[in-house]
């Protein structure tokens, strides 16, 4: 129906309350919030808040989301503000995974402060960067090495231009050589997180790779996405179940199942056994039933 696309700015639940109000003033009283699915970093803390029904883990919810947009695809590229994670796919299940372990190298808010250190925002960040002839190789193994090349190559007086270049490749370069390593990457490539809004990094990653990358309708909240669709399977999943117990009378149900095979004629050519039905006589009675 809608979405929200918001920083948290190291308020989670405050971000959330927002994009809530937001998308309610949208819709007015033609919302009614069904059931609700959290993923993500703060996904128990804002599950506990809000009540969720659901809280399902990042790499599921990525999948899921990522599968609904675009069903063939084999390998999924997710940089995120915080962490950045690859996903391989084999006939639209889960193969192979991997998140950045230590390095933020490859995260949207690393991104963020270098090219503020630039004294660029991102759409110029993009503009620069596309205009470069020589990207600078300002390194790819830390964010400390990185911020120092970046630093040491302004001082120098290195174009903007190319610094930004750069800094585009070291992302990426991170990202593949840390991240993805040697794992397999397939032919129909999803890019999708936040960082997908920099042109400048899908340019790179198209350019380190020599392959097609796609970028799918919901790239921003593919992870909201994939909660939202596994919440709503599991919301009717268990509707139906409890319209099904609905139409059946549990204790006619029991009774049924209790005395099955029980007849109650007596053999008079035999010896005749009363079990009381009281307490554990009770619960052992179908097994006596049987032996007998």
């Known amino acids: 129906l809608t979405y929200r696309y918001l920083r948290t700015k190291g308020n989670p639940i405050k971000a959330v309350e927002e994009g809530l109000d937001s998308i309610k003033k949208e819709f007015g009283e033609n919302l009614k919030i069904l059931s609700i699915g959290t993923t993500g970093s703060g996904r128990k803390l804002i599950g506990d808040k809000f009540g969720a029904e659901l809280v399902v883990n990042e790499i599921t919810a990525q999948v899921r989301g990522a599968i609904y947009s675009y069903p063939e ?36 808010s690393f991104i963020e402060e270098q090219i503020k250190k630039i004294g660029l925002n991102l759409d110029e960040f993009n503009e620069y960067a596309l205009r470069s002839k020589n990207p600078l190789d300002l390194g790819s193994r830390c964010t400390v090495f990185i911020e120092g090349n970046i630093s040491k190559a302004l001082a120098e007086g290195y174009s903007k231009e190319d610094i930004c270049g750069g800094l585009a490749y070291s992302i990426v370069n991170n990202y593949l050589d840390r991240v993805v390593g040697t794992r397999a990457v397939g032919e129909k490539i999803l890019f999708q997180g936040g960082v997908t809004h920099n042109v400048a990094i899908l340019t790179a990653f198209k350019s380190r790779l020599g392959k097609e990358i796609i970028i799918p309708q919901f790239f921003s909240v593919t992870g909201a996405l994939g909660a939202a669709l596994l919440t709503m399977e599991e919301y009717y999943k268990t509707k139906v179940q409890e319209e099904i117990l609905e139409d059946i009378n549990q204790e006619e149900l029991v009774e049924k199942l209790f005395l099955r095979n029980y ?19 009770q619960k052992l009675f179908p097994m006596f039933n049987i032996f007998f």
Do not use: W
């Not at 004629?265 to 009381?276: E, M, N, V």
């Open 73 to 108: 695809a084999d390998t999924i590229f997710e940089i995120g503000g915080q962490d950045s994670k690859y996903m391989h796919i084999i006939a639209g299940n889960l193969d192979n995974f991997e998140m950045n372990k230590i390095c933020a190298a490859g995260t949207g």
């Open 263 to 281: 007849t109650g004629a007596i053999d008079k050519q035999k010896r005749t056994i009363g079990i009381p039905r009281v307490l554990f006589l």
